[in-house]
């Protein structure tokens, strides 16, 4: 019998196990109804500001202008587009005025989670999720991102800001309103860490960015879902989820922070499109996305940002937590043919 393959990530000490032999289809993994959280009020809906924290950063629409605001003194700025609040059972909380960096590490196995954990509310509409908003709101959220990680990115004591969004409540979204999540921390975490060491490594060795290189390889193979003039999506060689997908740019930086308002819109664009065919292939399933990026300094030649989404299709049960390896029931080639195939219709 012919065995299946195991896949080592390009980066990371990761191993997948890709079940070629009685692989599914991704259309297997589409279930007819998925389960949403409920609230009797949603917080984060229009009219109920007053249930959040004030707003660190509001978009108003002003005329034909956005503007930008926050919430003062028990204010809470009504008709916004974008909301920004912190969240209200944060895992990482601001220092009270300054803190010295060597309190933070208080031994090798123990730190403050000093940083910050904030709620970006997409749309005032509950339901306006990105795969079906129109791209100008896309393209606000997109802003408000480099906006936050901008000024997140610039405390003494951050060392890294997770961008995220759950969709679903399997994908552990237990708001239903559309929205992401922005976490900074006072160290680098373990993933990304890998990655820039792997990268770093990669740079001495050859003085070029290992992303590029991927990304070349990958516009040429059958895991590419689609290619547009600033940005690439593909299915990586070693997906550990079934139909997971990352968004490349072309240009190679270290973070979104520098990108311009067409490169933006471009990249919303590319996420849009990413999602509806997901949407529309596997009936709108659960699923966790992520920002990988490199803000510190000394990272902007080896490390290349990118967007990370993991559909959450699969139960990861004793084998996979057992083990750290996983198996994927979905090979990727498989994975980017649907996608291809949901995105053209
Ligand atoms: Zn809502
Ligand atoms: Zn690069
Ligand atoms: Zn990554």
Redesign the pocket.
Known sequence: MPFNEVRKDYLLDRWVVIAKERSRRPTDFAKPERKKAKAAVCPLCPDNEYMTPPAILVYLKQGERVIKDSDRDGFRHKNWLIRCVSNLYPAFTPPEGKIRLDRIMQSSNLSLAVGHHEVLVESPVHDMHPADMEIPQLLHVVNAYVDRLRELSARPYVKYVSIFRNHGLEAGASLSHAHSQLVATPFIPTTVND?LKASRKFWNRKQRCVFCEIMEKELKGPRLILENMRFAAFAPYASVNPMEFWIFPKKHEATPLNLSEREKEDFAETLKKCLKGLKQLVNDPPYNYGF?MAIGKGANQCYHW?L?VYPKLAIWAGFEKSTGMYINAVTPETAAEGMRRAIST
């Open positions: 990655e990988h990118h990370e």
